[in-house]
């Protein structure tokens, strides 16, 4: 699994690093092809990040964090118009996310996790036809998250690298992200974007899912 915090964050400057992944690029296949892994984590993931390092360097940015998304947060905060930092800073943590939230070792949701995602949307499979029903409708490039908020689970759609996080205000946890846009399907499924996510619930890993949750205060 990949490590959130996998990040240097030293009181004089920032860098973000790309994390190593738990599985190898040949591992998710046939659902998630090396091809499409080797682009979309070496290519496209490194591409976010590196450009907002680039960012960071040239604007000489300072700040203190925690964690990742705190960082991202703080410096948005800061540098509110940067569409530089929100898209990159976006998509570095999009991914963080996406290729955590896979395995090779695909295993159904615990007995707990299953009757939230029942309580919340009826059965389980009622929740994978709204989540593949929001990646489908999704115009563009974009994400599906399965969000906690609270007491509740909700799906919600987000367009190019935007996500919940990005709003300083945000009360939730991302528990699923699915990527939508063309570069993490294409060289497979071509435009059968309903394919490939098909193909994503064979790996989707709901331990992650599940680690990620809050237990809200009573």
Known sequence: MIKLLDLLIEAKDIKFKLPKLSYSYTSLQPYIDKETMEEHFDKHFKGYLDKLNAELDEKSIKVNAEDQIQAIQIILGKYPKNDIIRNNGGGF??????????????????????????????????????????????????????????????????????????????????????????????????????????????????????????????
């Open 93 to 218: 943590y999009n991914h963080v996310l996406y290729f955590e939230n896979m395995t090779p070792d695909y295993k159904a949701p615990s007995a707990k996790f299953r009757k939230m995602l029942e309580e919340n949307f009826n059965s389980f499979s009622e929740f994978k036809e709204q989540f593949k029903e929001a990646g489908l409708k999704q115009f563009g490039s974009g994400w599906v998250f399965l969000i906690q908020k609270g007491n509740k689970l909700v799906i919600e759609s987000y367009a190019n690298q935007d996500n919940p996080y990005l709003d300083k205000d945000f009360k939730g946890k991302i528990l699923i992200a699915m990527d939508v846009w063309e570069h993490s399907y294409y060289l497979k499924h071509k435009s059968q974007r309903g394919n490939y996510i098909n193909d994503f619930f064979r790996v989707v890993d709901y331990k992650a899912a599940e680690e990620r949750l809050e237990i809200p205060n009573k």
